[in-house]
C-alpha cells in the first residue's frame, strides 16, 4: 500500500481547462487528498518529488483502438502474436495512456484483459470494448476476416433482419460488452461489400439502447452518417470525408460524438506512397520490425501501391477527411480523441 506522497513545482493541466503553475498534489495511496499552488514548506517526513519544469495531465483516453490489430502491413503472423500485443500495452502506458476503447476485438482476449487489470496481475490500460461489430452478411469487415477460416464469427454478427440484429445485441449485452459498435461501409472499387440494412441498424440501436448499452457507428461516408444519425447513434467512428455541414450541425445539436480517426487515415495514405515513419515517437516506441513490414512486399499494402489510382484515392481521401473533421470542429461537434491503432500506421499508443 502506497503512503502519503507528494508531487510539486509542476505544471498541472487539470483536464477541465485550467491551468495551474507551480502546483502540489498530494496522494494517499491511489487517491489525490489535494491539489493547489506550491507554498510553504513540505511536510516532514512525507515523500516528496519535484517536478519543476514538467506537466501533469490526467491519464488519456485513447476511444477507439484495436488491441489485436497490427499497426504494419500484416506481412506476418508475428505482427500478432502475443509478444507484440504486451509491448504496445507498456507503449500506452508509457505515453500515458490510460484507458482504450478497442473496438471489434477478440472478446475472449478483452475480457482476460479487464480481469488480469482488475486483479492486479496485467500491466495494461484499462480495457472497455464492444467485442464483435455487427454488419451485413459479408459486409465490412467480415469480408476480409473471411480469409482466415474462423475469424469473421469471433469478430462479427452478420445480420441480415431486424430479428437478428436484436439477438445480436441481446448476446453482446449478456457478455457484459460496454458499447455495441455497428457497419456502415461500402467500400470502394473492388473493396466494395454489402451494407447493414437500414431496419437491422434501426433494431440494433433501439436494442442496445434499452439493455443499457450505448452504439457507435463505423461510417465512410455522409449519407452512412446520415442514415446513423435518422437510427438514433451515440456516436460515429471516422469522419466522412464528404462529410455535409447541415450533418455536422445536425451531431452537433444531438451531441453525437465524432471520432474522425484522422492518426489511420493519414498513417495508410503515408504508406501507400512509401512515405517513411520517422517520426522520433515512432522510432523509439514501435517494433522496428511493424515499421518494415509497411513497406515489405508481402504486406498487402504493395500491392495497392502499384496501382495510381488506389494511391490517388487514398491521399485525396486523407485530405479530404482533415477538412471534413475542421468542419465538425467548427460545427460544434463533440470530439473523441481516437487513433484507430491497429491499422497500418496507426501505432499503438504512438498513434494518439
Known amino acids: 500500500m502506497l503512503g502519503r506522497r507528494i508531487l510539486h513545482g509542476m505544471t498541472v493541466l487539470d483536464g477541465t481547462g485550467r491551468r495551474l503553475e507551480h502546483a502540489r498534489l498530494t496522494l494517499e495511496g491511489e487517491r489525490i487528498l489535494a491539489l493547489g499552488p506550491d507554498q510553504g514548506s513540505l511536510p516532514e517526513g512525507v515523500q ?15 476511444s477507439h483502438v484495436h488491441v489485436g490489430g497490427s499497426p504494419g502491413g500484416s506481412a506476418s503472423g508475428a505482427e500478432y502474436r502475443p509478444e507484440r500485443i504486451l509491448h504496445d500495452l507498456q507503449v500506452y502506458l508509457a505515453l500515458g495512456v490510460t484507458s482504450v476503447v478497442s473496438l471489434t476485438d477478440d472478446i475472449d482476449d478483452l475480457r482476460r484483459l479487464r480481469e488480469g487489470v482488475a486483479a492486479g496481475t496485467m500491466r495494461s490500460p484499462r480495457p472497455f470494448y464492444s467485442g464483435p461489430g455487427i454488419t451485413a452478411p459479408g459486409g465490412h469487415p467480415a469480408k476480409y476476416f473471411a480469409l482466415v477460416p474462423g475469424l469473421a464469427a469471433r469478430m462479427t454478427r452478420q445480420v441480415s433482419s431486424p430479428a437478428e440484429a436484436r439477438a445480436a445485441v441481446e448476446e453482446l449485452a449478456a457478455l457484459r460488452v460496454d458499447l455495441v459498435k455497428l457497419f456502415l461501409e461500402g467500400g470502394w472499387n473492388e473493396s466494395a461489400a454489402p451494407v447493414l440494412a437500414r431496419g437491422a441498424l434501426e433494431e440494433a ?7 443499457g448499452r450505448k452504439t457507435t457507428v463505423h461510417v465512410d461516408s455522409d449519407a452512412h452518417a446520415r442514415l446513423a444519425l435518422g437510427a438514433g447513434t451515440d456516436g460515429l467512428e471516422h469522419v466522412p470525408p464528404d462529410l455535409a455541414a447541415a450533418t455536422a450541425q445536425a451531431l452537433a445539436a444531438r451531441r453525437v460524438t465524432l471520432t474522425p480517426t484522422l492518426t489511420a487515415y493519414e498513417g495508410l495514405a503515408r504508406a501507400m506512397n512509401g512515405e517513411p515513419f520517422t517520426d522520433p515517437l515512432v522510432t523509439r516506441w514501435v517494433q522496428p520490425s511493424i515499421v518494415a513490414s509497411l513497406a515489405s512486399p508481402n504486406s498487402w499494402i504493395h500491392g495497392l501501391r502499384q496501382s495510381r489510382e488506389a494511391v490517388a484515392h487514398y ?38
Open 315 to 352: 491521399s485525396e481521401r486523407t485530405a479530404n477527411a482533415f477538412a471534413a473533421a475542421r468542419r465538425a470542429a467548427a460545427a460544434g461537434v463533440p470530439l473523441l480523441a481516437g487513433s484507430d491503432a491497429g491499422n497500418p500506421g496507426a501505432f499503438h499508443g504512438a498513434g494518439l
Open 48 to 62: 516528496a518529488t519535484d517536478l519543476s519544469g514538467l506537466f501533469l495531465v490526467p491519464g488519456l483516453i485513447d
Open 205 to 211: 440501436v433501439r436494442a442496445a439502447h434499452e439493455l
